[in-house]
């Protein structure tokens, strides 16, 4: 790949606050499935060394995968676990180690839902709607079932700040539960909790006044928000706009903004940005050669939108690959911050490279193949060998993953 040496001076590399607290830079390393927990949730050694690597390989703000905040709400084997104050004292090792690198890091608060597919799990949605991704079908959650996941997403934020995070970040997109209570497919209630846009808001409402009173005014919450839904009926674009606003009123320190609901065809991670046809050969994707490169920043023309709309910080997620393009989103102000989630899983110290001059293609191809063993495998990057690329075949072909 192309590593020229030019001289530093990026905006890239310019301090940005998130309420609070500054980072060093512009990069976030976006929340990204580790499956590195035991069976009970608590973090493994390999746990510790991703975040440590990401940290010391240069990234401003890092935000873990999802933890879930109940019991209801494992998504998958190998989830995080923030539901108990047992976990408090391993991830305060876990966040002393990252601070000691230079790095802030914001612990992703999430229940999953419909969209669980830990099989000890019942999926709890706000109306019974088969799962548009998985097609389990879910229980529906009663009134007080809502109130005691909303004051979960409150305690869990406690321990995070008892654990030295220094933010938390929500996932209210991707299908997860707050996404289906805002969408009109998922959420066909008639109490206060469903019907209107204002009453399929009260949900994700209501957990962050859980959080900010169980942590206080000066701890930051970042919120990534489904904008828009890939399935029929689902959440329009200029609804996820009014809800960005709303939450913005009510003082939610950044807004990133990416998919709610999708459905199989749909991918809130497009496979192949920004590979063209030597790239294809360089790495092996054959089947991509003739084929048009998808196009890189795919949520930018939502950032600019949100930027209009917002006044609290806005990250831009999705497709960055390469450094210019990362470097226009700051100049421009379009976002005030970059986030990357699978560039980080082959190559964690990609930010000191670009601060070093590295330019041109990052060497993540997006070929998805790190999602696949998401709940199965510990997250790693499988292309960076023949080996461990021959090991995946294997493990399609046993049916193991996906």
Known sequence: MDREITPTGLHLFTPMTIGTVESRNRFIRSSTSESLADEDGFITPRYRRLHVDLARGGVG???TGHCYVHPSGKSIAGMTGMHDDAHIPQLRRLTDAVHAEGARIFAQLQHAGSQSRAPEVTPLAPSVVPNPQFGRTPKEATDA???EIVAAFGEAAGRAKAAGFDGVHVHAGHGYLISEFLSPDSNRRTD???GSLENRQRFGLEVFRAMRREVGADFPIAWKLGLEDFVPGGLELMEGMATAEVFDREGVDALEGSAGLMSPAAESAPRYVAVGPRRAIEDKLLHRVFKRPVAEAYFRDWAVELRRRVGCRVILVGGLRTPETMESVIADGVADFVSLARPFIREPDL???IERGRRGLVDCVS???????EGV????????????LAVHALHRLAGRVQ
Not at 367 to 373: A, D, K
Not at 378 to 383: D, I, M, P, S, T
């Open 367 to 373: 070929c998805n193949i790190c999602l696949m063993h």
């Open 145 to 147: 079932e809502i109130r």
């Open 192 to 194: 206060e909790w469903g």
């Open 377 to 388: 495998h510990g997250l790693k990057c499988w292309r960076v060998s023949n080996r461990d």
């Open 61 to 63: 703000i890092i935000f």
């Open 351 to 353: 930010v000191r490279q």
